[in-house]
């Protein structure tokens, strides 16, 4: 059978400037033929009557899906561990079931499956750390989806919104927009991300500046655990111990199934203002955000690219007259080679000092492509080289020891194992505090890339925490942090073990997240 | 032995216009002279010589106490039930040593009284719902006093401050505010109060609306349990399962001792400006305040009296002529006998629509006065007069149901009971989804009055929450709320017990809070 293996739309192509292309396959080493289809070929898998059955006592037909296709489809996330396995055509664990309960059928799950099958929440699968693989831990894996937690409940006096796990991004933005309202999570996954996985990883979006973590958006959760069904009061604050939200977000599944959420919703901002602004080193784009944040001022999006990724960027830029003219003008600034590119969108006018205003078309162009960067990987994966993404967040005070750690780090573990990458950061997510560094490196090999992904991905992780950092900032843990997560809670981890085993006596939901 | 019971310094008088005394005897039938001069007679309390033994294996002489007047001070909060037992000069639980414990320490006395004492975490005594009682269901109750947890260190590049759990509001405040920072959390028992209280109690102050809650200010905990040490990363944000602070924040000190916290400051406002407005009704004065939140405008404080609580706020002010001018105006605008007034301070103008502009005196008054409203309870307290706060929070779409549900219900209770009481309300944090109502009742009896308070704050209670609205919004639950608290909670309330169990297995932390 034949599973269309890269990020989205099948077979579309991300259209950009090839020069950027033959940069990166030069780089790595990289062959500029492609290597890969991004089709993915396995056996048909079996089906079992037995776990058929016992599902139907809890579900419709119509809500069991036995399909190969259906079950490929949930048995993987969008991390690089899956398209490591996907372009190597390696044998993957696929989930025996999908099932797309509504909330009153989950108890009734929960009570059938706990001797013999593991549950893994499906939100859109999107992850990007193995949130969503199947452990096969148990007798049956099998996949809820959540599709059917769909409810939404707008009350529009008190801006508050109840809306199902299952909701997507467009389906809770499209309808907030009508009204003049968003909840403003922008996740780059944002087309096909649920509610429920944004809570499961504390996600953050794109305008995380002004509108928070999701985690900041909620005013209580509704949960369906092994152990009983858990609701919060939709109150704008209390003070009365911890709430389900408090324990629930980020809590990758393993508690119970996050059926739904009472979220704040805002007003669309009437207007928007876009700006850009080249730097001569991201340490000085650092130091110009640092100035606006510490006064609390919050623009929506605020993004500064390291020199690398803003080296990037420009090569996306289609060659003609006036990139020739754009880039003479940088040139002339000093920020041609080495500089480093803020853009940022706001509701009010924008103004920073220290850095070369280069109007407003970069910060709207990245605007219109925002949810399309995964397309580029994919062109990249065609080619048999491996992106991997990995951000934390950081003090103020630390960010550029951080940033120096990592790129440090990653350089080392190049040439210890005489591999080709590169690594590039952005700045994306500010807070008074500090910011979210968001990593990404590229390396291309033949062979062993599973093997080399890891070492590469564990000297950036050693040196973010060493440096700092949080050990994630907005993608969760999923199944590959799994063993960082407990050196990075220390004593406190039992406590986290505790809780599971608390909600999850039997360990049946999401069995591989915490040890 | 003599102690002096009443709020804040000893003997120190509330100045106001006699009228609103006069006002309130005569409304609730008290007697105009005083009855109680605020002092609590007690005999000495025994030594015990075993636990002073103890005691000595974890700590110096000097941080150790036995002394009656440090014990009685440490054995009770500022809460209505405290009071009504001074004022009649009940026996009162007192506990058999104070302890001042430096962080390091902690762990020994864990484990050396583990099998005989309680231990209740005390930091300004300024509880108002019975939380630093000593339960007495050991053979000791020692008051483990924080005032040794005084580190202040401050990242001004990151703005982050690492405080410890003993410092009061002008420790903090005045220490930050010679570098142009403040915290934000200024609650009515600001001088008194430490920040490990806050924490506990999950509080907010008046100019939550800007700052949030306590809870919005924290990056991060320290905590020692009998179970372990525990420390957060003090990070701007994670994604990897809940932090210490999201369960320790609101926990009553039943998990552990919070010892210390990294804490988001923020920078002074350069200028302030005042403004008051009087409206029609509550009802009116809270849509204007809807109508500036929901569109995200959130003024350092806002804080809208209802229509009682105006009408004694008027009686403050002392007869003359421009307080004459002033009624007349009032009077001739339609809104002297039945307004409600609000008072605004913000770091922008301030413009509002639908209310009488009364310029900026009032809201400078309430600046000047903002830490006073405990004196004038002392004033009530020697005529007889108990009086009781009780907070909640609600969406905007059921504010006004709320409060008319609260009101009626209370009538109700006064008049099954042949009691002579008053309530009135204002709303002081507001958010996007609603506001927090902060109820005082007085009433006047001559006996059974902890009986009558427990009736009418039942009464309440009930009609808050049963209206959409939070148990407590940020006075927290302490000792006094413990039935209601498992009632709210619901089946959530098991995992705070299976939480309580894990970090304090023995029930020596204050175990009077959860059952």
Known sequence: MRYYALWGEEGKRYETNQSLYDYIYRELGAPEKEIWDGYYLFDEPGKSDELYSIL??????ER?????????????GRGSVEYISLLEGKNLKIVDAVIYPREEEIECIFKELKNIAEIITFGGGTSVTGGVLPSGKRKYSVSLDTRNMNRFE???RSMILFAGAGLKGPDIENNLNQRGLTLGNFPESFLYSTLGGWIATNA?????NRYGKIKDMLLGLKMVSPSGKYSDHPVPAESAFYRIADIATGSEGVFGIITGAWLKVRRIPERLYYRAYMFRSFSEGIEALRQKFVYSNFPIVSRLSDEKETYLSLLTIKEGFLTNLFKRYLKLRNVLEKGSLLIIVDDKKISLEGGVNLGSMPAKLWKRTRYDRPYMYNELLRHGIVAETIETSVPWNSVIDLYKNVNGSFRDALRDNGIKGMIMCHASH???TGTALYFTFLFYSEERREE?????RDSIIKSMIYSGGSISHHHGIGKYLRNELKEYKGSFYESIKMMKNYFDPDNILNPGVLE
């Open 430 to 432: 500010e807070y008074i």
């Open 154 to 156: 707008l009350d529009e």
């Open 56 to 61: 139907k006592k809890c579900l419709p037909e």
């Open 204 to 208: 953050a979006g794109q305008e995380s």
């Open 64 to 76: 069991i899906s036995l399909d190969p296709m259906e079950r490929i489809s949930h048995s993987i």
């Open 452 to 456: 080399y992904l890891k070492i590469l």
